[in-house]
C-alpha cells in the first residue's frame, strides 16, 4: 500500500483544499491535543457519559440532644421513621430507645443518663 505521501504526490495542495490550509500547528494533529482548536474537536477529550455508583438509600438520623421533644419513656425511633441515633447533645433523663442503628457515643450518653439502647 502507498504512503498518503506518494498519493499525493503532484497534487500541490495534498487533499487539504487551499495552500494555506495544513501549515499551522493546531492543523498537524500529532500527540496529545493537536488540532484541539477545532470545533468538531472539543467534545473529545476528558470522560463522558453517566457512571452508577448504586442506589442511594437516604439514612434518617436524629441526634440524642434531639429526644427531648419526646415525652414518652420508651421511644421507638424506627416507627417514627428514623434510621440511625448519632450522639450529638446532651440526654438529662432515663429512656428506652429502640433503633436500627446507633453510635457508641450515643450508647454512653443514654446509658450514663440511666437508660438504655435497643437495636433491632
Given amino acids: 500500500m502507498r504512503t498518503k505521501t506518494k498519493k499525493y504526490r503532484g497534487s500541490h495542495t495534498h487533499g487539504r483544499g487551499s495552500k494555506k490550509k495544513g501549515r499551522n500547528k493546531g492543523e498537524k494533529g500529532g500527540a496529545g491535543r493537536g488540532g484541539a482548536k477545532h470545533k468538531h474537536l472539543k467534545g473529545s477529550w476528558g470522560r463522558h457519559?453517566?457512571?452508577y455508583h448504586g442506589v442511594k438509600h437516604p439514612v434518617s438520623t436524629i441526634n440524642v440532644g434531639d429526644l427531648r421533644q419526646f415525652e414518652?419513656?420508651?421511644?421507638n425511633l424506627t416507627e417514627?421513621?428514623?434510621h440511625k441515633l448519632l450522639g450529638s447533645g446532651v440526654i438529662d433523663r432515663e429512656v428506652t430507645v429502640i433503633v436500627s442503628a446507633a453510635t457508641e457515643r450515643a450508647v454512653e450518653k443514654i446509658t450514663a443518663?440511666?437508660?438504655e439502647v435497643r437495636t433491632d
Fill in 49 to 51: 457519559g453517566f457512571i
Fill in 72 to 75: 414518652e419513656q420508651e421511644i
Fill in 80 to 82: 417514627k421513621g428514623y
Fill in 113 to 115: 443518663a440511666g437508660g
